[in-house]
């Protein structure tokens, strides 16, 4: 019958000493306790990092500081200080390129639909990078005086960029002033897809609906508006697609699709 119980585990021994007893059973329980008790080893060894494998095409493209660069050879264009297009010899760190890129020519597609669509009667022009104006102004010399300004601000229709969606509060400030003066504000999304690009129909904005695409993101909410934005579309043939990137980036559609596919091959 059981004499002796662990006061650890609560088993119960019949024996005080020797094997199997309780004395046996606690100097178990002590080792396992013990601070400098080795580990028995599983036999698979530890996981130890590796550094991310880049992979280059060629020797015009190279990583620094954690940066992948390409490097032109006058093959592509830039515009100098004077706004002419010379050879580009320029080092691109290939993501913030690329990004600049489908800004640039997301907002040249717009540029030159409007000049389409309104003619020589109509002054269009970017305004650059002012912080409050929307990107594209538009003058109609042929329309009443209230009629006659317009702006028209480019944005990505990306879920995952939630807040570059949407107007900045500077931004929509500066509309509500807009339209308190009869100029007319309107909003394009674009969605873009290995440097293709397609828009949605200028959104007119007004002092009710700028809240729906205006800081900050609410996620069902926000996302619930931006549905309705309806279809998206190609504005321009691939011929004047590489017009346009060779007129606002210098750079044609096959080298931003090349370092974009670098870009993408080489993500964490």
């Not at 042929?142 to 702006?151: A, L, T, Y």
């Not at 897809?193 to 069902?220: A, G």
Request: net charge positive; proline share 3%.
């Amino acid at each position: 019958m059981a004499k002796y119980r662990c006061k650890i585990c609560g088993r119960k021994f019949t024996k005080a000493e020797g094997k199997g007893s309780i004395k046996t059973h606690c100097a178990g329980h002590k080792a396992q306790a013990h601070p400098n008790r080795k580990k028995k080893s599983s036999g698979k060894k530890d996981k130890t990092k590796t550094a991310r494998r880049i992979s280059l095409p060629n020797k015009e493209y190279y990583p620094k500081n954690k940066v992948i660069y390409r490097k032109c050879k006058g093959i592509e264009k830039i515009r100098n200080e004077n706004d002419e297009l010379v050879p580009c010899y320029k080092e691109h760190g290939i993501s913030s390129f690329y990004a600049s890129g489908k800004i640039q020519v997301s907002e040249g597609i717009m540029e030159e639909w409007l000049k389409k669509k309104f003619g020589n009667t109509s002054l269009i022009f970017n305004t650059g990078s002012a912080k409050k104006l929307f990107d594209i102004g538009v003058y109609h010399s042929n329309k009443p005086k209230r009629k006659s300004m317009s702006f028209y601000e480019i944005k990505p229709r990306n879920s995952k960029r939630t807040n570059a969606q949407l107007l900045k509060k500077q931004q929509s400030d500066w509309a509500k002033k807009a339209m308190k003066m009869g100029i007319m504000v309107k909003l394009v999304f674009y969605k873009e897809d290995n440097f293709e690009f397609r828009h949605s129909k200028p959104i007119p904005l007004n002092m009710h609906n700028i809240k729906y695409y205006s800081l900050p993101y609410e996620h069902e909410k926000t996302e619930k508006n931006l549905k309705k934005i309806g279809q998206f579309r190609k504005l321009f043939n691939d011929k004047k697609l590489k017009d346009i990137s060779e007129y606002y980036t210098g750079h044609s559609v096959k080298f931003m699709r090349e370092i974009k596919k670098v870009r993408e091959k080489n993500k964490k």
